[in-house]
């Protein structure tokens, strides 16, 4: 048995899921009468979402859609990061969302100070765009598991790996 386990603490997208919901957003659109007739389109590739539509209400209400059927999926809608309207072909508007995935090495160390501030026998190391944690105590692993899901921050977290 080993003297140290560990968990890793990571921030990514089910890309499954992601492709479901949006493409339960694409059925929903094309059946519904106040989207009769509009040039709304959801495109999507491994880094972002962009979503073409007639005007911002329309804009707005598909973005809505979007979020419904992510969040239905368990997808954490701290991943999209919403762009700003910008005018598109044909009198349109366009919206890009970035899907956020990974923990930027700023973003970790705010993560790792609060670990720290545990006072816990842990060890946190960042490697490769996610933090490994690591002690002998199981139960000082979940105090952090709890502590961090407790704090509001601003991507999802999932803690994957534990042994």
Do not use: C, H, W
Not at 9 to 24: F, G, K, T, Y
Not at 73 to 99: M, N
Not at 115 to 120: Q, Y
């Amino acid at each position: 048995m080993p003297s140290e386990s560990s968990f890793d603490v990571v921030s990514r997208i089910d890309s499954q899921e992601l492709e479901n919901a949006l493409n339960q957003a694409r059925r929903e659109i094309a059946n519904r009468f106040d989207f009769k007739n509009s040039k709304t389109s959801i495109e999507n590739d491994a880094t972002s979402i962009t979503v073409v539509s007639d005007d911002e209400m329309k804009m707005r209400n598909v973005v809505d859609i979007i979020e419904s059927k992510a969040v239905r999926r368990g997808i954490d809608i701290k991943a999209f990061d919403i762009g700003a309207l910008e005018p598109a072909a044909g009198g349109t508007v366009r919206r890009v969302i970035k899907l956020r995935s990974g923990i930027p090495k700023d973003r970790a160390k705010a993560l790792m100070e609060r670990i720290k501030g545990l006072k816990l026998k842990v060890n946190a190391q960042y490697q490769d765009e996610q933090i490994r944690v690591s002690g002998k105590s199981k139960d000082d692993l979940q105090k952090v598991i709890a502590a961090l899901k407790a704090m509001d921050f601003e991507l999802p977290l999932q803690f994957v790996n534990y042994r």
